[in-house]
């Protein structure tokens, strides 16, 4: 899918629709009409929102859907949601949680030492 552009391709000042057309009888309206915040993603933050969306924002379907960790997932909704000009609670003790949940699950034998470096890795993203 085409994606309208969000910026101008000579200054990169966000760009605004001015005219809306009718496909069956040609009526137009003309105005300044900016661009939603979804019309600012990336096509990789659509394609992410699209998949969350199909799950119901249910982040274990994700899990499924993707083969990506909770965190991960969890930090690419963030992004999304950064991008879109919302702000983020604090998050203090997340990153601290998981690594100890992590280290847990690989103390348990739930995980090999190469799955839990993965992980470990990925909340440094």
Known sequence: ?????????????????T???CTNCDTAIVGHYPLSAFNRLPEASLAFLEAFIRARG?????????GESYWTIRSRLDKVIAQMGFDLPPDEGAAGAARKEIL?????????????AR??????E
């Open 1 to 17: 899918m085409t994606q309208m552009p969000a910026h101008c391709p000579a200054c990169q000042s966000e760009m605004a629709v």
């Open 19 to 21: 005219q809306l057309s």
């Open 58 to 66: 249910n982040i274990k379907e994700m899990e499924r859907e993707t």
């Open 104 to 116: 847990a699950r690989l103390g348990a034998s739930e995980i090999d030492v190469d799955e839990a």
């Open 119 to 124: 992980l470990l890795k990925e909340l440094g």
